[in-house]
């Protein structure tokens, strides 16, 4: 979480990663809801950076080359739509800004709520390396990704706060998953 929280990618940022942070808790660091994000159309750089991890262990200190901000900002944003929950769903290129509907339930943010080590954490990352490289220089001949960037930004951290509200705190006993189906068999008679 260290290297999210490096450098200056401005306030947006810095409440993001708080907020994942708390998702994170709350969801046990993975006792909860783990599992990978849909890897359809996920950008490569998530895949080509764990590949270069040795013993298991993640190079933060050596993130992939980006060679176009912009690029990577598309491949994010159209990543993200894709994995939106259906009440999101939209064919502007950018998921529609609507986080909860009456019928909201933590099962509607199943597909992205995903904690642990392949979850919102590859997000997260794939977002931060945008966000560095699309500041880091802006040439003329490169299109300017900054305001996508935040953009974006702004919609992870809306979805956060309503996976937040969602989710209850994860004790030190098992909680179940989304992914548990509750056993007939193990309910107690009522006497």
């Known amino acids: 979480m260290e290297d999210l929280r490096a450098g200056d990618l401005g306030n947006d940022w810095k409440a993001l990663v708080e907020k994942w942070g ?11 809801a783990k599992g990978p994000l849909p890897v359809k159309q996920r950008p490569e750089e998530w895949a080509q950076w764990t590949h270069k991890a040795k013993n298991g262990v993640r190079l933060h200190d050596k993130p992939p080359f980006i060679a ?18 259906s ?12 986080f909860s509907t009456p019928e909201s339930t933590v099962q509607s943010w199943s597909s992205i709520r995903k904690s642990g080590s392949n979850g919102l954490v590859s997000l997260m990352m794939l977002l931060l ?3 560095r490289s699309a500041n880091a220089k802006v040439s003329p ?3 300017d990704s900054r305001d996508g960037w935040k953009a974006l930004v702004q919609d992870v951290s809306k979805c956060i706060d309503e996976m937040i509200a969602l989710t ?4 030190s006993k098992r909680v179940r998953s989304e992914n548990d189906v509750p056993d007939a068999t193990l309910k107690r008679a009522r006497l």
């Open 141 to 143: 001949w490169e299109e």
């Open 129 to 131: 390396w945008w966000g």
């Open 68 to 85: 176009d901000p912009a690029d990577l900002g598309i491949a994010i944003t159209k990543w993200w739509c894709l994995i939106q929950p």
């Open 22 to 32: 708390i998702l994170e808790v709350r969801l046990g660091f993975g006792r909860s």
């Open 168 to 171: 209850p705190l994860v004790g």
């Open 87 to 98: 009440f999101r769903a939209s064919d502007s290129g950018f998921p529609l800004p609507v």
